[in-house]
């Protein structure tokens, strides 16, 4: 009873714990990758006050450096909703709009984790969604 199990399937265990190891590993970084992304366009759309051409253009600039995938990606009309606002042609993410009649308004974010299986040949893709803090619009009649 010395060798209670085998080379082969002590072996087998170990590549199975390796394989799940690094399956966690790669989403948990993919999972940070997508928030950082949403924290960097939210940060944009509330230092500009909403999606204009100087938000964008800084959201963009920000998703190149973070390495974010590039290409164009479906939006549905509505999310959780909210009417879609703003859908990017170079990186992958879609800007919903709600609150308009409020006086204020937010924007939900949604960002996508990319999980990429080698083996299968496959891409998974996860939407994750934030929104940004209430943006206060100010008509220039009322000051």
Request: include cysteine; glycine fraction near 6%.
């Given at each position: 009873?010395?060798?209670?199990?085998?080379?082969?399937?002590?072996?087998?265990?170990?590549?199975v714990f390796i394989v799940i190891t690094?399956?966690?590993?790669?989403?948990?970084?993919?999972?940070?990758?997508?928030?950082?992304?949403?924290?960097?366009?939210?940060?944009?759309?509330?230092?500009?006050?909403?999606?204009?051409?100087?938000?964008?253009?800084?959201?963009?600039?920000?998703?190149?450096?973070?390495?974010?995938?590039?290409?164009?990606?479906?939006?549905?009309?509505?999310?959780?909703?909210?009417?879609?606002?703003?859908?990017?042609?170079?990186?992958?993410?879609?800007?919903?709009?709600?609150?308009?009649?409020?006086?204020?308004?937010?924007?939900?974010?949604?960002?996508?984790?990319?999980?990429?299986?080698?083996?299968?040949g496959g891409t998974f893709k996860l939407?994750?969604?934030?929104?940004?803090?209430?943006?206060?619009?100010?008509?220039?009649?009322?000051?």
């Amino acid at each position: 009873m010395k060798t209670a199990i085998g080379h082969i399937p002590m072996y087998n265990i170990i590549i199975v714990f390796i394989v799940i190891t690094f399956g966690f590993l790669s989403a948990t970084l993919s999972y940070s990758k997508a928030f950082k992304v949403n924290s960097k366009i939210a940060n944009a759309l509330e230092k500009y006050e909403g999606a204009n051409s100087l938000a964008i253009n800084e959201i963009e600039e920000s998703l190149t450096t973070l390495g974010y995938r590039v290409g164009k990606i479906d939006c549905k009309e509505k999310y959780r909703d909210r009417e879609i606002s703003y859908v990017s042609n170079d990186h992958k993410y879609c800007l919903y709009k709600s609150g308009l009649d409020k006086g204020y308004f937010t924007y939900g974010i949604v960002t996508y984790i990319f999980l990429d299986i080698p083996i299968l040949g496959g891409t998974f893709k996860l939407p994750v969604y934030s929104e940004t803090d209430s943006i206060f619009k100010f008509s220039p009649d009322k000051f």
